[in-house]
């Protein structure tokens, strides 16, 4: 999940776009007017205060995977999980064991296959 440090407008307004909220929605949910929500669109640098910093907090907590998958999507965030070591190595073993077993599928017909099971095995 993404964690915003210090929201921002561009942050309030990603998250705004992402659950799919108007301005005056938006506004409403947080307790503020709906200007202050077009001041964040206007000026993304603006940070908010504290208490609505938490607000934000809480909406991105309590949004659904989607609406947080779009949030991301909207900041640029890529929030795919990374590959350790070990799972490279077991997909490089994996894609070896393929290989071999495509090439004995595509040798000559004359060629007698082992069975599968002895190939992978």
Avoid: C, Y
């Avoid at 909406?59 to 909207?74: G, I, K, T, V, Y």
């Avoid at 890529?78 to 799972?87: G, K, Q, S, W």
């Avoid at 077993?101 to 002895?118: F, G, I, Y």
């Amino acid at each position: 999940m993404t964690v915003i440090d210090q929201w921002t407008g561009r942050h309030a307004n990603a998250l705004r776009a992402a659950l799919r909220m108007t301005n005056e929605a938006f506004a409403e949910r947080l307790g503020v007017a709906s200007r202050t929500i077009a001041k964040w669109r206007e000026r993304q640098e603006m940070v908010p205060s504290p208490p609505l910093q938490e607000a934000l907090d809480t909406m991105l907590h309590q949004a659904n995977d989607e609406a947080r998958a779009r949030f991301a999507a909207n900041l640029g965030v890529d929030e795919r999980p990374v590959l350790d070591a070990v799972l490279l190595s077991q997909l490089n073993t994996a894609v070896g064991d393929l290989s071999r077993v495509l090439a004995l599928m595509t040798a000559s017909p004359a060629v007698p296959h082992p069975p599968l099971d002895e190939i992978a095995g």
